[in-house]
């Protein structure tokens, strides 16, 4: 028969495995968006090569800005990878193994913090987490669609909320200020459950709108440069028919 020992121990590395398996498919995989950013991450680094960066994408007769449909901020990420030797392709997927190992420590935390203090009803939040990280969504949004901006917008979301509830602003505007630069969709779904971590533990009602006003104030206009320009030009960006 099994100890409770055993089954603790059980968990936790069932959740390590769980998590190395799919980073490791992560980095060997190619998915349906991975083609345009590896493309896109290769004319921004030959540009910058040449001497004279553009942001601008000639395909056939349009010029497209680069950050038509996805942030520039994940090729800011890829960029400097494919600079020292990186395949655009591994570069990406690299990006993407280091965003599910953040979303999987950060979600493992947030379970745990969820739980009750006793070690008992802890440890449960190994089974919690490999519950989350094995569900469609989370698998194929990496693997399938290699939609990587998404992706990497999502997994910030439990660290966000691990430094909203430890009562951090700076970091909480800074942590949401930079999900917004990497995907203003994503951040608009994830924000009611950020805006419950901000409201709920506080006591004082007041105290905590006002903390919220501000977070989220500072993170608007911190990545300001980066949605601003997206916002201005949203009536050319048409989905698949922009790229």
């Known amino acids: 028969a099994l100890t409770v020992a055993a089954v603790k121990t059980r968990a936790k590395y069932m959740y390590l495995v769980i998590s190395v398996f799919i980073a490791v498919i992560i980095f060997f995989s190619a998915g349906h968006d991975t083609a345009t950013h590896?493309?896109?991450?290769?004319?921004?680094?030959?540009?910058?090569?040449?001497?004279?960066?553009?942001?601008?994408?000639?395909?056939?007769?349009?010029?497209?800005?680069?950050?038509?449909?996805?942030?520039?901020?994940?090729y800011?990420?890829?960029?400097?990878?494919?600079?020292?030797?990186?395949?655009?392709?591994?570069?990406?997927?690299?990006?993407?193994?280091?965003?599910?190992?953040?979303?999987?420590?950060?979600?493992?935390?947030?379970?745990?913090?969820?739980?009750?203090?006793?070690?008992?009803?802890?440890?449960?939040?190994?089974?919690?987490?490999?519950?989350?990280?094995?569900?469609?969504?989370?698998?194929?949004?990496?693997?399938?669609?290699?939609?990587?901006?998404?992706?990497?917008?999502f997994s910030i979301v439990p660290v966000a909320v691990l430094a909203i509830l430890n009562r951090n602003c700076i970091l909480s505007a800074l942590l949401i200020s930079f999900q917004i630069m990497v995907h203003p969709v994503i951040f608009i779904q994830?924000?009611?459950?950020?805006?419950?971590?901000?409201?709920?533990p506080d006591k004082a009602l007041v105290r905590g709108i006002f903390t919220t006003l501000l977070i989220y104030l500072m993170a608007v206009a911190i990545s300001a440069p980066f949605w601003l320009a997206q916002f201005i030009h949203k009536g050319a960006i048409r989905g698949v028919e922009g790229l």
Not at 190 to 199: G, N, P, Q, Y
């Open 76 to 153: 800011t990420l890829t960029v400097p990878l494919i600079h020292f030797g990186i395949s655009a392709v591994h570069a990406i997927n690299l990006i993407g193994v280091v965003s599910f190992s953040l979303m999987a420590i950060g979600f493992l935390r947030v379970a745990q913090r969820a739980t009750l203090v006793t070690s008992d009803n802890r440890d449960s939040a190994f089974l919690v987490g490999a519950a989350f990280l094995s569900v469609n969504y989370v698998y194929l949004n990496y693997i399938g669609r290699g939609a990587i901006s998404e992706a990497l917008s």
């Open 38 to 74: 590896a493309f896109r991450s290769i004319i921004l680094d030959e540009s910058i090569e040449s001497g004279a960066p553009n942001l601008m994408i000639k395909f056939n007769e349009a010029s497209l800005p680069i950050f038509y449909y996805y942030s520039t901020v994940i």
């Open 190 to 200: 994830s924000f009611v459950s950020e805006v419950a971590m901000l409201l709920i």
